[in-house]
């Protein structure tokens, strides 16, 4: 462990630490029970942890989640329960045990499991890199559309797979323009090579499961507070964003990486695979899409259509026990660790007794949106994108159910919730940022100064958009 990290666990653990003894009227919250503030303590520790990074961030989400079970649920450690001398009014609520461990199984979890596994088996028959070829031909070698084209496809992509995993085939697909010097000079380069991150983190606004923020967002809208948002529905108001998002971006590109050669001819080698596994993976991929975008319409919601997949690649063998392993399990720890803490907030009482001691009735509610929007994109800049919607959404679903009516004119809850999706995915100004951003600044084409000047406008112009876009649709269209 490095000096850094060795600093920032030890400051993680101490501050935790006193937030768990300190007394209980230091924090400005009446009625406070133990229970209520052992989760501040674990919470103040786990943001903390994912700031500083100290361990990977998945292994602090399991962190979380046990000393949750020994020390909150009502399967705790004796001394920390009634049996250890405190009495039940002071200790208060504890969570339910179960419903700490079936984090780990959410139907968002699923969600996000069966989409994995779908990208996995595109992979395996080549579905992407082919998709990719037959989707950039369009575009032509007009060096513009070639950009183009790559933003567009990028973001086709990461709607449907992990945004680092389509970055990282995009950038794998683009080496050999990247290499060839006789074909692209200059600045060109460097616009081609940031257009993958931009065209990942955007693309991933258009789909539930498109990121993680997006659809922790949509757990809270559709299980807390009793909405139905669907799949079709998230892409019918978040595409034309994106779109739109995009293309900006595009003209951005092209105005301060502009390429000094107008041809650029794009080879990717292979064809489209005709055995009966590529053929089921192909159907199946198609299928899984269309219920995905119809879940509405045929009354299956997008979290059991996620497990279609799975079963028919398991039961057909498209897919083994090693193509397991290659699923990103740091990305479902990660996650639910964060509904572990939403857990903790919303059993205990500690959500609503938080809010209930905030006087909302004196700030405005639109103050509120853009800020938790801008607190989002700040702390996404620096930590996990998922991590910060996992901190957030569950306070600022309490926040929201508080303010109520008030926040009607801006668009609701739903407004300050998925506000906080777009916002994490606009955060990309540094290569630290998103894994995207890390992958471009490795090909070292890409510098710091030039992710920070492209990404911190494209956030700018994003949150304009997104809010107005909130602002305006949103209650219309999940109602």
């Known amino acids: 462990m490095t000096l850094q990290k060795a600093i920032g666990l030890s400051i993680s653990t101490i501050l935790g630490l006193i937030a768990w003894f300190l007394p209980a009227d230091v924090y400005g919250i009446d009625n406070l029970t133990i229970v209520e503030q052992r989760v501040i303590a674990i919470f103040i520790f786990a943001a903390l942890m994912w700031i500083f990074e100290a361990v ?8 979380i989640m046990v000393l949750m079970l020994l020390t909150t649920s009502s399967s705790c450690l004796w001394f920390f329960s009634e049996k250890g001398g405190y009495t039940a009014e002071h200790l208060g609520t504890l969570i339910k045990y179960k419903d700490i461990m079936a984090a780990f199984a959410d139907p968002i979890i699923m969600l996000f499991l069966g989409g994995f596994v779908l990208a996995i088996a595109a992979k395996k028959c080549g579905l992407d890199a082919n998709l990719a070829r037959v989707l950039l031909k369009p575009f032509g070698t007009r060096s513009p559309f070639v950009l183009l084209g790559f933003l567009s496809i990028t ?105 000094e050669e107008k041809h650029i001819e794009i080879k990717i080698a292979g064809k489209f695979r005709n055995d009966w596994k590529a053929v089921l993976t192909y ?128 668009g609701g809850i739903t407004t300050l919730l998925i506000g906080i999706a777009i916002s994490a995915s606009l955060a990309m100004a540094l290569p630290i940022s998103t894994p995207p951003n890390a992958l471009a600044h490795s090909t070292g084409l890409v510098r710091q100064g030039d ?29």
């Open 283 to 410: 159907i199946t991929f198609g299928i899984t899409v269309l219920l995905w975008v119809t879940d509405q319409v045929t009354g299956v919601n997008a979290n059991i259509v996620a497990l279609i997949p799975f079963a028919i690649f398991a039961i057909t063998g498209v897919i083994d026990r090693n193509d397991l392993r290659e699923i990103p399990w740091d990305v479902l720890w990660l996650v639910a660790g964060g509904f572990a803490l939403g857990v903790g907030l919303n059993q205990t009482g500690l959500a609503k007794h938080m809010v209930e001691s905030i006087p909302f009735s004196s700030w405005s509610p639109f103050l509120t949106i853009i800020g938790a929007g801008l607190l989002c994109v700040l702390m996404s800049t620096f930590i996990s994108n998922t991590a910060t919607a996992s901190l957030l959404v569950p306070i600022l679903a309490a926040v929201g159910t508080a303010m109520g009516p008030s926040l009607a004119p801006f």
């Open 56 to 63: 990977p961030i998945w292994t602090t989400s399991v962190l």
């Open 155 to 259: 973001a086709i992509f990461s709607m449907f797979m992990s945004n680092t995993a389509t970055a990282a085939m995009m950038l794998t697909i683009l080496a050999p323009i990247l290499k060839a010097t006789d074909q692209c000079h200059g600045k060109g380069k460097i616009g081609l090579a940031m257009a993958i991150p931009i065209a990942a983190n955007v693309g991933g606004i258009g789909t539930i499961v498109g990121t993680p923020p997006n659809a922790i967002a949509i757990k809270y809208l559709n299980d807390e507070l009793g909405l139905n948002i669907g799949f079709g529905e998230w892409m019918l108001l978040m595409v034309p964003f994106v779109i739109v998002l995009l293309a900006f971006s595009w003209l951005l590109l092209l105005e301060f990486f502009p390429f």
């Open 451 to 479: 992710m920070a000047k492209v990404g911190i406008i494209i956030g700018i112009v994003g949150m304009i958009l997104g809010y107005l876009l909130l602002f305006f649709c949103a209650d219309f269209l999940f109602h």
